[in-house]
């Protein structure tokens, strides 16, 4: 089992301990021993422990007493007992035992089924609530640093407007003020210059606002945005990006999943920049068996294997933002050693997204 949880037995004798052992063997999980609440205690306080299950009499401190000792650690306040009893258990007893937050019963003689049925749901109950723990932790840590990619962005496209834009626009005021002090003659040649000026401005306008959302993907569809994408990631770059595209004639998908793709080429080009120190790169996106296979690959240092397993903490927002992509659509992002470099890849299956709300376009 991948994710095995402990389980703590506790009973002064070793005998009834083995026996323990043996019904609950067939769960796969972590038994663990202790002869004593003392010995008990040491396990809880270094392991994380999923279910204890308690002999209700044992010598030197009881079952209940033990459990309450234990329960008064805020750490174990929701961790399953078994409390054992070789006595007959009143009522009295048993709400006695579900004040201290026991969770349940079992009688002596025990009947095994029963027990590793009791067991068995109470790690299971653990496990989730553990995975659970896991999962909200890693979606904490990407809300925040999808908040910071956000900041990022924002100062990113700040700089832009104010460096390129605000300086073309800036000198063409200047050019602009300075026209009725001009002579006659050289008031055509501001005016001219002026016009370029703004040209230029235009043209930065153009570009900014086409990298945050390309026109051509709403107008043209994936394959024309690929390929204006790319051409301008290679002058950009200067990393030599060649894309292939099968079959030529691409066809309309539906517009969510263009932007999908789209997206996810972008960031794993603009890694391939900022991380992998490569020379050459390559996109292919490829349509077929109602899939649709989009691939990036670089001759660059390669991934770390972490990061290549996705492994918390090793990626950015960039890799999770992808992945949450691809999974939206049910399909498979993995990344590969490109052997030189890397290889990211993606599946997304397509046939249901099409046929259900975005009948095939013509191919453009
Ligand atoms: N093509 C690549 N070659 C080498 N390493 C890569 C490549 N792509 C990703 N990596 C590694 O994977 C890590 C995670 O990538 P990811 O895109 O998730 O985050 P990031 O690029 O560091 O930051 P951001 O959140 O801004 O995208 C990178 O920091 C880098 O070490
Ligand atoms: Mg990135």
Same mark, same amino acid.
């Given at each position: ?90 009522? +009295? ?9 026991? =969770?349940?019963? #079992? *009688?002596?003689?025990?009947? %095994?089924? @029963? !027990? ?53 626009l800036s000198a063409a005021k ?7 002090l001009r002579s ?9 210059? +002026? ?9 930065? =306008?153009?570009? #900014? *606002?086409?990298?945050?959302? %390309?026109? @051509? !993907? ?77 691939? +990036? ?21 960039? !890799? ?45």
């Amino acid at each position: 089992m991948p994710d095995k949880v402990n389980i703590l037995m506790v009973d002064d004798q070793p005998g009834k301990l083995l026996s323990y052992e043996a019904v609950l063997a067939e769960l796969g999980e972590n038994l663990i021993k202790a002869l004593s609440g003392k010995e008990a205690l040491d396990h809880l306080l270094k392991t994380d422990i999923a279910v204890i299950l308690l002999d209700v009499s044992m010598p030197e401190i009881d079952g209940f007493q033990l459990a309450d000792m234990i329960r008064e650690h805020p750490r174990f306040h929701d961790t399953a007992i078994l409390f054992i009893s070789a006595v007959y258990m009143t009522d +009295v007893d048993r709400a006695k035992g579900y004040e201290r937050g026991a =969770v349940d019963y #079992i *009688s002596v003689p025990i009947i %095994p089924e @029963l !027990l590793r049925a009791k067991v068995r749901v109470f790690a299971e109950l653990h496990r989730k609530t553990r995975q659970l723990g896991i999962l909200n932790h890693e979606l904490r840590r990407l809300s925040s640093s999808m908040i910071a990619a956000q900041d990022k962005e924002r100062r990113r496209i700040a700089r832009d407007l104010h460096d390129s834009l605000g300086q073309e626009l800036s000198a063409a005021k200047m050019v602009a003020d300075m026209i009725p002090l001009r002579s006659a003659e050289s008031k055509d040649r501001a005016a001219a210059e +002026v016009s370029t000026l703004i040209d230029h401005a235009l043209q930065q =306008v153009r570009s #900014i *606002s086409h990298l945050l959302h %390309p026109p @051509l !993907l709403d107008e043209a569809g994936l394959r024309s945005a690929l390929q204006w994408y790319v051409e301008g990631f290679t002058k950009r770059s200067g990393v030599e990006t060649a894309i292939d595209i099968v079959p030529p004639d691409f066809p309309r998908l539906a517009p969510e999943l263009e932007t999908a793709v789209f997206r996810i080429v972008q960031e794993a080009l603009t890694n391939v920049f900022r991380h992998s120190k490569a020379l050459k790169a390559s996109v292919s996106l490829v349509i077929g068996n109602s899939q649709v296979c989009v691939t +990036v690959r670089d001759d660059g240092r390669g991934i770390a294997d972490p990061t290549m397993k996705f492994r918390p903490g090793t990626i950015g927002v960039g !890799l999770a933002g992808m992945r949450q992509r691809v999974k939206e659509f049910g399909g498979e992002l993995q990344l590969r050693d490109g052997n030189p470099g890397t290889l990211v890849e993606v599946v997304i299956p397509i046939g249901s997204v099409r046929e259900q709300s975005f009948p095939a376009i013509a191919p453009t």
